[in-house]
C-alpha cells in the first residue's frame, strides 16, 4: 500500500481526506472525532427524561473533583500510624489551600454518596434495570461496592478515634465468617495490631480503587450507549420524541450542575464538618473506646442491619445481603410493565423501601436497644420482604394482566 492510500475499513461517518485539516486526517485513522460526535453531541435522547437523569453527569463531575483533589493530598499524606494524623493537620493548617483541598474532598465523599443513592433510586423506581439493561444495571451494582469499598479505605486514612474503632468493627466482622474469617482478618488488617501494614495497605487499596471506579464508569457508559437510556414512562420512544444530547441535554446537565455545586459549595465553605464526625478530631487511640463508635451516615443502614440481627455473622450476610439482593432485581422482576408510573401497588411498595432504609440508618445512630432494636428488625423484614415477596408477586399480576 503506498503512503497515502487509506485502509478499505474506514467508517461511513468519517470526514473525506478533502474535508482538510489535521483532525480529519487523524480520524480518518483513528475515528475518535467522528465516534464522540455520534455517541456525545448527534446521540438521540428521549425528550421526556426528568432531573433525576442529572445525577449521572453530577457523579461523573463528582469523580473527577474526588480524582484531582485526591492526587493532592496524597502528595503530601503519610501513610503510617505515628505520621498519618499529623499529616492530614499539616494539610489543613499549613499547606497552602489545604483547608479547601480536604474541605472538597470529605464535602465530595457525603454527596458522591448521596448523588448514588438518587441514582440507584431512580433506576429501581423507572425500571431501568430492565431487559435490555440488565449489564448496565450489573455494572452500576458493581460501581456501588467499589465505591463504598473505596470510602471505608478513605475514612481510615486520616487515622482519627473513628478511623480506628471503625476498622476495629469492620475487622471483627469480617473475622465472624466461618471458617475462613481469621483468614480474611489477618489479610485485611496485616497483622495482629491494627497500625502501619494496615494503613499501608488501605491506602493502596484507596488510590487503586479510585482508578479501577473509572474504568468501570466507561464500562457502565458504553452500556449506556448501546441499549439507549430508559425514560420516565418505560415505553421505547418514537425517534420524533427524540432530540440530539447537544445541546439539548448539555445545557439541561450544565444547570444540573450549577445547582448541585451551590449545595456543595455551601456544605465545603460555610458548614465543612456538618457532615463529619468530631471524635475523628482526636488522634488514634487503641486504649480509649470512644463512647460511640458509628460510621459516615451513608453506611447507617448497612450499620442498622449488621446490628438488629443477634449473631456477628447473622448481621454481616444481612449487611452483605441487603445490596447483594440489588443484583438479582431484573430477574425478581418479570413484570412487562417498566416505570413505576404505572405500577401503583409497587409505587406504594418502594416508598415503603425507602422508609424502611431510612429507618435501619436512624437504628445505626441511636444503636439497635430496645425500641430499636424491634424497629430495626421490622424494618430489615420489610426491606428484604419487598424484593423477595411484594415486587416478584406485584410482577405476577401484571404479567397475568397484560395476558388477559
Ligand atoms: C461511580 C458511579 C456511577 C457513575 C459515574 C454513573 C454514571 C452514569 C451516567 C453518566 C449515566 C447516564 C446519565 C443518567 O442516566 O443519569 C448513567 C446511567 C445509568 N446508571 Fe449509572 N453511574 C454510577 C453508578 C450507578 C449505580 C450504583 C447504578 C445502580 C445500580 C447505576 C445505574 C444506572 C442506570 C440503570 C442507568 C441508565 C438510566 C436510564 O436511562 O434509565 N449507576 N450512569
Not at 495490631?193 to 488510590?207: A, E, M, N, S, W
Not at 420489610?382 to 415486587?391: K, R
Request: with cysteine.
Amino acid at each position: 500500500m503506498s503512503g497515502s492510500s487509506l485502509p478499505e475499513n474506514i467508517p461511513p461517518h468519517a470526514p473525506s481526506e478533502r474535508s482538510g485539516g489535521i483532525l480529519s486526517w487523524i480520524d480518518r485513522r483513528l475515528p475518535v472525532i467522528s465516534g464522540f460526535r455520534q455517541e456525545y453531541i448527534d446521540f438521540r435522547m428521549p425528550r421526556n427524561l426528568n432531573a433525576l437523569w442529572n445525577f449521572g453527569a453530577i457523579l461523573t463531575a463528582v469523580l473527577v473533583l474526588m480524582l484531582a483533589t485526591g492526587i493532592f493530598l496524597a502528595m503530601n499524606y503519610t501513610p503510617t500510624s505515628a505520621g498519618a494524623f499529623m499529616s492530614v493537620e499539616m494539610i489543613e493548617r499549613q499547606l497552602p489551600g489545604g483547608w479547601m483541598l480536604r474541605a472538597m474532598h470529605m464535602t465530595g465523599a457525603s454527596l458522591f454518596m448521596a448523588a448514588l443513592y438518587i441514582h440507584l433510586f431512580r433506576g429501581l423506581y423507572y425500571g431501568s434495570y430492565k431487559q435490555p439493561r440488565e449489564i448496565l444495571w450489573l455494572t452500576g451494582l458493581g460501581l456501588l461496592l467499589m465505591v463504598m469499598v473505596t470510602a471505608f479505605a478513605g475514612y481510615v486514612l486520616p487515622w482519627g478515634q473513628m478511623s480506628y474503632w471503625g476498622a476495629d468493627v469492620a475487622g471483627k466482622a469480617v473475622g465472624a465468617v466461618p471458617v475462613i474469617g481469621a483468614t480474611l482478618e489477618h489479610i485485611m488488617e496485616g497483622s495482629d495490631q491494627l497500625g502501619d501494614i494496615f494503613i499501608h495497605r488501605f491506602f493502596v487499596l484507596h488510590f487503586l480503587m479510585a482508578f479501577a471506579i473509572v474504568a468501570v464508569v466507561a464500562f457502565h457508559v458504553a452500556a449506556l450507549h448501546v441499549s439507549g437510556p430508559n425514560n420516565p414512562d418505560g415505553k421505547p420512544v418514537p425517534e420524533r420524541q427524540t432530540v440530539p444530547f447537544h445541546p439539548y441535554y448539555t445545557t439541561k446537565d450544565l444547570t444540573g450542575l450549577v445547582l448541585f455545586a451551590l449545595v456543595f459549595v455551601a456544605l465545603a465553605f460555610l458548614w465543612p464538618d456538618l457532615l463529619s464526625e468530631p471524635e475523628n478530631y482526636r488522634p488514634a487511640n487503641p486504649m480509649h473506646t470512644p463512647a460511640d463508635i458509628e460510621p459516615e451516615w451513608y453506611f447507617l443502614p448497612f450499620y442498622g442491619l449488621l446490628q438488629s440481627v443477634p449473631s456477628k455473622f447473622g448481621g454481616l450476610l444481612a449487611a452483605a445481603g441487603s445490596i447483594l439482593i440489588l443484583f438479582a432485581v431484573p430477574w425478581l422482576d418479570r413484570s412487562p410493565v417498566r416505570s413505576a408510573r404505572f405500577r401503583p401497588a409497587c409505587r406504594m411498595g418502594m416508598v415503603g423501601l425507602v422508609i424502611s432504609f431510612v429507618l435501619m440508618g436512624l437504628v445505626g445512630r441511636h444503636h439497635a436497644e430496645g425500641g430499636w432494636m424491634i424497629a430495626g428488625r421490622i424494618a430489615a423484614l420489610y426491606y428484604f420482604g419487598y424484593f423477595l415477596v411484594l415486587l416478584p408477586l406485584c410482577a405476577r399480576r401484571e404479567r397475568q394482566q397484560s395476558d388477559a
